[in-house]
């Protein structure tokens, strides 16, 4: 079973920034991609971002491209988003998800809340 742990979530005012962190653990040879995904009060969950597991190439949603930046480091087993420029819009709770090698995200962390404040 594969297990994903995110953290780095809070509070902060519009412009600040923050950076979340996923770990994974139990049979992450399982996972191919990881990726962020949001879901705000009332919303879908939603993509946010990806990142291959190979050539580490990047994919962000058009809503935060520009102003977050995923990155990966393997021997760790761990995602991370860093989130700048952060708009009260961005207030959602945030979950590192796992891609399995059918293309389906089959792994989710907990979530963890970030909200903005205007």
């Known amino acids: 079973q594969v297990q994903l742990v995110e953290s780095g979530g809070g509070v902060v005012q519009a412009g600040g920034s923050l950076r979340l962190s996923c770990s994974a653990s139990g049979r992450t040879l399982r996972i191919y991609n990881m990726g962020w995904f949001r879901q705000a009060p009332g919303k879908e969950r939603e993509f946010v971002a990806t990142i291959d597991w190979s050539s580490r190439k990047p994919q962000y949603s058009d809503s935060v491209k520009g102003r977050f930046t995923i990155s990966r480091d393997n021997a760790k087993n761990a995602v991370y988003l860093q989130m700048n420029s952060l708009k009260p819009e961005d207030t959602a709770v945030y979950y590192c998800?796992?891609?399995?090698?059918?293309?389906?995200?089959?792994?989710w962390g907990q979530g963890t809340q970030v909200t903005v404040s205007s």
């Open positions: 998800a796992g891609q399995a090698y059918n293309g389906n995200y089959e792994f």
